[in-house]
């Protein structure tokens, strides 16, 4: 009696232990991250001397066709010009959330909260969420949540939001191991080419951002790299062109264009998931130790045949979004 007891015991300490590593080690995982650019409108001039730049970008961890985790963050980045064309760029360019109570929402909320503290409050509404039910989000006809619990920590508007989480979430790609860890990260530079010969003068607003999965020992499972480029133009009266939003590089794909300059007769996107596939298997700490010239092109046998472009921001976005990490649980 007492060796069936025993051997009952161990069944099911065999069977629990089964089903629990089971569970998580069967546990699929997917990752998207997507960026959406705001045209510039009207409310972002102000007497004709300021140009705004939105960029609002989403990183989504799935498991079951589910939210694990989200991450919002808006690049709203500002450029001045004068009567004389002369531009003025911004000396550093921080995201809102990075900006915390620096971007100085609260004192004109109705909540008294700042943006970042909103934008918490609304990922972690969608934890657990589909991607239809991030998409039938229930909202006001302001586009305001409408669940008054909700409301009483989200009052910005969250349409934008929403439509870029949801499109993060529709073009997530499953990971490959064992996940540890999920980062994401945007960095903005802004450049300015004068009015010369005849020709406008240019701002371009270039939005580098990605994310980073990582296993238990540190290394890369999953990285994504993207770049949100926009330009705008403008006359020596220091007057801005009418402008349209683009998508992506990646989304842009041939459309981009860069095919027909390229040495080795490859797509942005191209070179861009060629570097990802480099990047796994590896630390943030050896994907920063490749060797470059002093362009920034890498010059490892492993990357030169696929990737031409300068790698130096895409190393510099990798890095922050591990830095950024979270471990999953």
Excluded at 38 to 66: C, H, W, Y
């Amino acid at each position: 009696m007492k060796k069936l007891v025993l051997l009952l015991i161990v069944a099911l300490i065999a069977l629990t232990s089964c089903s629990s590593g089971g569970a998580a080690g069967s546990k699929k995982y997917s990752v998207g991250s997507y960026s959406i650019t705001s045209p510039i409108a009207d409310r972002n001039k102000v007497n004709g001397e300021k140009v705004q730049m939105n960029t609002t970008f989403a990183t989504v961890l799935m498991a079951d066709g589910k939210v694990v985790n989200v991450s919002i963050d808006t690049a709203q980045t500002d450029v001045v010009i004068d009567e004389t064309g002369k531009v003025t760029l911004p000396a550093e360019t921080p995201t809102k959330n990075e900006k915390k109570d620096a971007y100085n929402m609260k004192s004109a909320s109705e909540i008294g909260k700042e943006w970042y503290e909103q934008i918490d409050a609304l990922e972690a509404a969608l934890i657990g969420k589909t991607v239809e039910e991030v998409q039938n989000f229930d909202l006001t006809e302001n586009n305001t949540v409408a669940d008054a619990d909700l409301a009483s920590s989200v009052s910005i508007t969250v349409n934008g939001y929403l439509e870029v989480v949801a499109l993060a979430m529709e073009n997530a790609k499953e990971v490959e191991g064992t996940v540890a860890q999920i980062g994401s990260a945007v960095e903005t530079a802004v450049s300015d080419r004068a009015v010369a010969d005849g020709n406008p003068g240019r701002v371009q607003f270039n939005s580098t951002y990605g994310h980073v999965v990582l296993d238990a020992d540190g290394k890369v499972i999953q990285a994504f790299v993207d770049v949100a480029q926009n330009n705008v133009e403008y006359n020596e009266k220091g007057e801005w062109s009418d402008f349209t939003a683009l998508d992506s590089k990646k989304v842009r794909k041939e459309d981009y264009g860069m095919a027909n300059a390229s040495q080795i007769g490859k797509e942005w996107y191209e070179q861009a998931e060629a570097l990802e596939e480099w990047m796994v298997g590896q630390t943030v700490e050896e994907i920063n130790g490749v060797a470059k010239d002093d362009s920034g092109k890498a010059t490892d046998e492993a990357l030169t045949s696929s990737v031409t472009v300068g790698i130096n921001d895409y190393q510099s976005i990798v890095t922050k979004a591990s830095e950024n990490a979270v471990e999953v649980k």
